[in-house]
């Protein structure tokens, strides 16, 4: 059924852009307005919002289903002249809004026949709505991570002697299942010893050997809410001082990150103080990528924590805080935990323990 | 390297179109061109034709690569104004043809920026090419369906007492890569009794009984180039005289479609010649699909093979051959080969037999 609670935040958000029409065609975006996911693949799926009128689903007969969801259903089949049809409803004096991903064999058209005054990426309207979680959402959010944190003990569990990193992997799907998860919100990363300074390996026929570091990067889909969160955990021994010099700098990195976070701050500083901590410590080069990046409905919602990005956290939003020093001599270490901005600060959504645990 | 014949029918192709200069942004128009794979995810890619000049490909520096693939590397980081670059190559005073996958976020800010004399989606330039398979290309198929003729078989074995679905299409990645695969190029359907009347069914908990069909439809990628069949099976028994009358319906549906193809011949008419026996047999409604799609480096290449394409067979055109009856009081049943247009006729790419075969 149409939120209109979110509904309003984008109506909003579209005023602040100057646009009053708006196509929206990404499916995760239409769930999160309607609760209905819709799938039409290279075909047309447009939900037009107009401050003035109801919302239109402009929806393929492929797709059609006989509940409401609170807009106009207007049907259109694979030989609908979707443009004249559109025409109808655009107002074609005001500029319209569209989505950023939205395929040039639609915008072409709507270009060539002048459909409104002008047309604009307002992606940013939803992107920003999606940014600020509601009550649902952070529910949701949190048990996703909840599943996750039980999760990780069961994954734990699965390293033992002689495993590869994808016999292991092999098992968490099921894992996840039996605890209340759909499915996977990725692929998951299992990396041992020298692999785990690759930040996005992929489970390979490794063997576990005693000293390795054991990277586990995993996340599940519960309610449509992703989860997200890495620990390295040691096989029988931490093979160097070096490597535990490592572990506590990227502990002590995610710890700090995630103390200062509150509203009003901005998402670069949460970076810089990871940062800071893991240059400090001389392994400044070894940290490769971003802090973090927004999550909800999509594993990698918009947004990000970054040294570039100056917007101010904000009540509801949801990211991960996730430092790591890949460095293939001493160690590959990345802990990650998902936080959720709350008026008096933050909570962090993952409890599994982040102290240097060695599996025996 | 950039493949020049496969360049030169792209050219002929956009001539034809009246556009002298094309954006191409699909990674697999990039691949095919260049023999190049790159995954630049939200990033921007592009390909810029023009027949006046040597291909330019820009490319972002997290993509670099040393290798000469035969075009100008121009290199863009996320910071880069692309547009003002893009500017500084397009000929503003014509008309310039993009890919019709290409997103809005690029695409509004050429249209703002007055880029080109006009913008048109130039898709079917590289389609058209792709349609018509090289001596290189038509190898790669061929090995592609030989493979998966040989895994039919292995798959056949892995249907025995007490199995479910999903154990048995869990057994095929790993027989494909001993037969020198790289990987499925689509996820495999396994249907056993009512689920193959499903033509879309995916794996689950089923358990195989005595009388039930077993639908395998499945293909493999050999050298990028995907494979695609079909073989319903009995189990132990045929359960009804009407399955019996189903499953030979669609073998002469299949075989009668496959004999007639030649260069010069309607896609329709294909489609009809198989549409016809099944109605006339009285199951018109329950073959609920197309006869079948073109195939490449994609298992659903652009074209298909239905009542509405008036596009005429060309030599080198290779498309599927699947009529199907989904019937689920009889039998669901398809029957599905991959075709390959030659200059005398046309030669079926898959070898595996097609009579009643009874499962033991």
Redesign the interface.
């Known amino acids: 059924m149409l939120n209109t609670e979110r509904l309003k935040k984008v109506y909003g958000q579209l005023e602040e852009l100057g646009v009053r029409q708006m196509l929206v065609s990404d499916p995760v975006a239409i769930f999160y307005l309607t609760g209905k996911w819709l799938h039409p693949g290279e075909r047309f799926l447009g939900l037009y919002l107009n401050a003035d009128t109801q919302p239109q689903l402009f929806l393929n007969d492929l797709f059609r289903f006989d509940e409401e969801i609170g807009a106009v259903k207007v049907p259109i089949t694979d030989t609908t002249d979707l443009i004249t049809l559109l025409k109808a409803y655009v107002d074609h004096s005001a500029p319209l809004g569209?989505?950023?991903?939205?395929?040039?064999?639609f915008?072409?058209p709507m270009?060539d026949a002048q459909i409104a005054s002008g047309?604009?990426?307002t992606?940013l309207a939803i992107d920003n709505a999606r940014a600020l979680k509601d009550a649902q959402e952070i529910e949701w959010m949190r048990e996703s991570s909840r599943i996750n944190d039980r999760a990780m003990e069961q994954f734990r569990a699965c390293i033992r002697e002689g495993i590869t990193e994808k016999e292991a992997a092999s098992q968490f799907l099921s894992i996840y299942q039996s605890l209340g998860a759909s499915k996977y919100s990725f692929s998951p990363i299992v990396a041992f010893g020298a692999n785990s300074a690759d930040p996005h390996h992929g489970p390979d026929d490794t063997v576990l050997k005693e000293g390795d570091t054991v990277l586990i990067d995993v996340g599940c889909v519960y309610h449509d809410y992703c989860s997200d969160m890495t620990r390295t955990f040691f096989y029988k021994t931490v093979p160097s001082e070096e490597a535990r010099r490592v572990y506590e700098l990227v502990r002590n990195a995610n710890q700090s990150a995630e103390d200062m976070c509150r509203p009003g701050i901005t998402l670069a500083s949460i970076d810089k103080t990871a940062r800071d901590i893991i240059e400090e410590g001389g392994y400044g080069p070894d940290f490769t990528h971003r802090l973090g990046h927004f999550i909800g409905i999509q594993d990698h919602d918009f947004g990000d924590v970054s040294q570039a990005n100056m917007n101010l956290t904000q009540v509801g939003n949801t990211f991960s805080i996730e430092p790591g020093i890949y460095n293939a001599k001493a160690a590959g270490v990345r802990i990650e935990d998902l936080v959720l901005i709350t008026e008096d600060g933050h909570e962090v959504l993952n409890k599994y323990p982040k102290d240097l645990q060695i599996i025996e």
Request: charged residues 35%; aromatic residues 6%.
């Open positions: 569209v989505d950023k991903e939205l395929a040039a064999k915008l072409i270009y047309i604009r990426n992606s």
